[in-house]
């Protein structure tokens, strides 16, 4: 999943909406240059009220990208983004993971990820699985991703690295032939992204 630059929502936007971004990023990086005019704990920063309406204001098309340039240009560290994913709608969670591989090092968000792939809103799926997972998820959790992908029909190409992880993974390739059984002895349809994934591993599907 990507998300537009600044530039081409500027582009996309029409004009309301366009001025709309322009005071919730400035807002942003006023929070993100003086973080101690954000320290009441009663009161939300205005910018995530914004990150919040995005939706309305820009619509839903563009509200992915919008929010992602919200928190970017916000700086939200760790605690920050495990609040607004907590709080958040699926949307909102989605923007959150989307950012992370942007705003977080380390492995400090992998809850997020591990929250999202515990769902079955393949859109949160389908984020959970970008690049911060390729980076941070163990060979365990990694491989239950991809078979997260199957289960709920998101394509494989949403899992970033996949060629890189997967090769010469046999115990990938173990649980990938697992499943491929239990749907063929259940007289369903094995996906394509299966055989691809195989491949990937340098196994295949014995033929029945």
Do not use: I
Not at 68 to 83: F, G, P
Not at 89 to 106: C, F, I, K, N
């Amino acid at each position: 999943m990507t998300t537009a630059t600044r530039t081409q929502l500027e582009a996309r936007l029409p004009g309301a909406a366009r001025a709309w971004l322009d005071e919730a990023l400035a807002e942003a990086a006023h929070a993100a240059a003086r973080p101690e005019d954000e320290l009441s704990p009663y009161a939300v920063p205005a910018w995530e009220l914004r990150f919040a309406a995005a939706g309305r204001h820009c619509g839903q098309e563009q509200a992915d990208s919008v929010r992602t340039l919200l928190l970017s240009e916000a700086r939200a560290d760790s605690a920050t983004l495990a609040r607004l994913y907590q709080q958040g709608t699926a949307a909102e969670r989605r923007a959150v993971l989307l950012s992370l591989p942007r705003l977080v090092d380390g492995p400090d968000a992998l809850p997020l990820v591990e929250d999202a792939l515990r769902t079955n809103d393949t859109r949160l799926v389908a984020a959970a699985v970008g690049p911060y997972a390729a980076r941070h998820l163990d060979p365990h959790a990694w491989r239950h991703a991809v078979l997260k992908c199957l289960f709920t029909g998101v394509p494989v190409d949403a899992a970033a690295g996949l060629t890189r992880r997967a090769a010469g993974d046999a115990e990938l390739a173990r649980m990938l032939a697992d499943y491929a059984a239990e749907r063929t002895a259940a007289g369903r349809e094995v996906p394509p992204d299966v055989h691809r994934v195989l491949t990937l591993t340098g196994e295949q599907l014995e033929e029945s």
